[in-house]
């Protein structure tokens, strides 16, 4: 950040508290975005296998399979009632995992498991382990369904269900897996569809695919990539723009209550004063800039759960409330720093200008003020 920038923000923050004050409306559309790893680690568009070949990248174990063309590109398609294949590969802790798949008719399914050593190992023998199962199947005429289960943080036979949803038949999907921060989050078409813990115990040690039925109207695959990311993801609040924590007493809410199960669904992450709230996407994308790029009607669901959220804490504890804080990272990491002193009032004036910011828009949403404090 330079010396006009620097300017900029100074000059800018003399008006800022006017501008909020008024309800000035910030646009911007953009929800949680899926954001693939920068370091491949096996990419297979299948673009220099043969028509009518097997991929060499891939360990048949069961059944038989080809290359095939479909709409201008070349897929696997398996050949029998029953098709398996394993891709050894070594997963680093955050990954990212991409793939399209298009469903040709009834009665197909595929699966694409998460495995440890083991199971790579083992893969195709009855009782394999697995981390996590990706499936993709028929469901009803006019649908296909997608589905997550996992099995963390030890690998094994029983999966419980984290989200299934539904989809349009008869197009192609594209899907991806994103871990990071000890998170799995599951996106369909660019639309992040869930958010679970995960943290397993062993390292992921390759993929395991199984298709099932009807190969004479087969679920076909394409563009599989795995990826790493060069940077570590920031933990909540070290180094972002803005954080959302529910501020309540945990010691008085029991173990199995609902409330829990709602927020685990949701992403939470459980800190000492409570949860940290994971934001619908990064509200403040320029730097010095305090203006929210967050679309209301974009992330309409994400605030339905938040206030359905907020509405349980406070029948348990009636003083719950959301803490938005704010942030100015760009400032303590410039280069060209103004004087220590301005320095950190430019850092506490932009950090409070965003945490007011994201709470007026917050009350836009359908947040109540008064269930709403701002730091600093």
């Known amino acids: 950040m330079n010396q006009t920038i620097v300017c900029r923000i100074a000059v800018s923050l003399m008006l800022a508290w006017s501008a909020i004050a008024y309800g000035q409306i910030i646009g911007g559309a953009e929800q949680a975005k899926f954001e693939p ?3 491949t680690l096996f990419a297979d568009d299948f673009s220099s296998v043969p028509i009518g070949e097997p991929s060499p990248n891939f360990k048949l174990m069961q059944g038989n399979y080809e290359i095939a063309q479909f709409q201008g590109k070349k897929w696997l398609r398996p050949l029998a009632r029953e098709v398996e294949l394993v891709k050894p590969l070594q997963f680093p802790d955050e990954f990212s995992l991409e793939i399209a798949f298009h469903h040709l008719g009834n009665g197909a399914s595929c699966h694409i498991y998460l495995l440890p050593a083991e199971g790579v190992a083992r893969w195709g023998s009855y009782g394999t382990r697995r981390f996590a199962d990706l499936e993709f199947s028929r469901h009803f005429e006019e649908t296909v369904r997608v589905s997550l289960r996992l099995s963390v943080p030890k690998a094994s036979l029983d999966l419980h269900e984290v989200v299934f949803r539904e989809f349009k038949f008869g197009q192609t999907h594209h899907v991806a897996i994103q871990v990071r921060r000890q998170q799995i989050r599951l996106f369909v078409d660019g639309q992040r569809i869930a958010v ?11 993929l395991g695919f199984r298709w099932g039925v009807n190969p004479d109207k087969p679920l076909l ?7 790493a990311y060069s940077k570590r993801e920031l933990a909540p609040g070290k180094g972002g723009t803005a954080q959302l924590i529910l501020v309540m007493d945990k010691t008085k809410l029991e173990e199995k209550h609902p409330l829990r199960e709602a927020l685990k669904n949701f992403g939470a992450v459980e800190l000492e004063r409570g949860w940290w709230l994971p934001l619908p996407a990064e ?12 679309d209301i009607k974009a992330t309409e669901q994400w605030s339905k759960t938040l206030k359905e959220i907020l509405r349980q804490a406070k029948q348990l504890q009636p003083d719950a409330h959301l803490l938005v804080e704010g942030f100015a990272p760009e400032v303590a990491e410039a280069k060209e720093k103004p004087t220590e002193f301005w320095g950190r009032q430019l850092e506490f004036w932009l950090a409070s200008l965003r945490a007011k910011a994201l709470a007026f828009w917050l009350v836009q949403c359908g947040i109540a003020p008064e269930d709403l404090r701002t730091a600093p």
């Open 37 to 39: 790893g920068d370091v």
């Open 283 to 294: 509200p403040f994308s320029e730097s010095g800039s305090w203006q929210v790029k967050l």
């Open 221 to 227: 695959l394409t563009d599989l990539r795995v990826a």
């Open 196 to 206: 679970a813990p995960f943290n397993p115990e062993e390292p992921i040690a390759g």
